[in-house]
């Protein structure tokens, strides 16, 4: 039995859920997101909330189960607050700035890395050497976040390079004499 979909999705205030065949559309105040779910799980609006339940009791309609019940719980979450990922950079002359519609990365490479902003995501730089990535949808703000870091991910003997804020590079020691 999944522990995450038993529980219902609580519907905010401010925020409307309407089920449409296979499709959960969601619309608040930072817009309006949707999410097609899978055949093997029932999905139902409720007094509680949103209620899925698997149709069966095979494997992928247990496996579908939670994950259907969580990447609706990410809708309700995405149009009321969004989600944030903050990187940090490392390393001396490495900097970040957003200019336009494009982040300017210098990483210690011959040239600046210009990495273009996708729609429906925002990026700050609130100091040069600190990157937030905000947006209403989960998997793209991840994704970006990851994108940037691949540009330059920190190494394990001076820590140089772009990671997570929460990330902790485990260091090595150099070559000994």
């Known amino acids: 039995m999944s522990r995450i979909g038993k529980k219902p999705v609580v519907v905010p205030s401010g925020v409307t859920a309407t089920i449409n065949g296979q499709t959960v559309s969601v619309k608040g105040p930072k817009g309006a997101m949707s999410f ?19 149709r069966d009791d095979s494997k992928p309609a247990r496996a ?23 990187l940090e950079i490392n390393g001396v002359g490495y900097r970040a ?38 947006g209403m949808d989960k998997q793209r703000v991840g994704q970006v976040a990851a994108e940037i ?23 090595k020691e150099g070559k000994k004499k």
């Open 97 to 134: 700035a957003v200019q336009g519609s494009n982040l300017q990365l210098a990483l210690g490479y011959s040239h600046d890395v210009v990495y273009a902003i996708p729609e429906g995501i925002t990026i700050v730089t609130p100091r040069p050497v600190e990157i937030i990535v905000s």
């Open 36 to 54: 097609d779910f899978s055949e093997h799980v029932e999905v139902e609006l409720t007094e509680a909330g949103v209620q899925v339940a698997p």
């Open 64 to 86: 579908a189960w939670g994950m259907s019940r969580t990447m609706i719980s990410n809708l309700m979450k995405g149009v009321t607050e969004g989600f944030t990922k903050k």
């Open 149 to 171: 870091r691949e540009y330059r991910s920190p190494e394990p003997y001076k820590g140089k390079g772009v990671k997570y804020a929460t990330e902790t590079i485990f260091r």
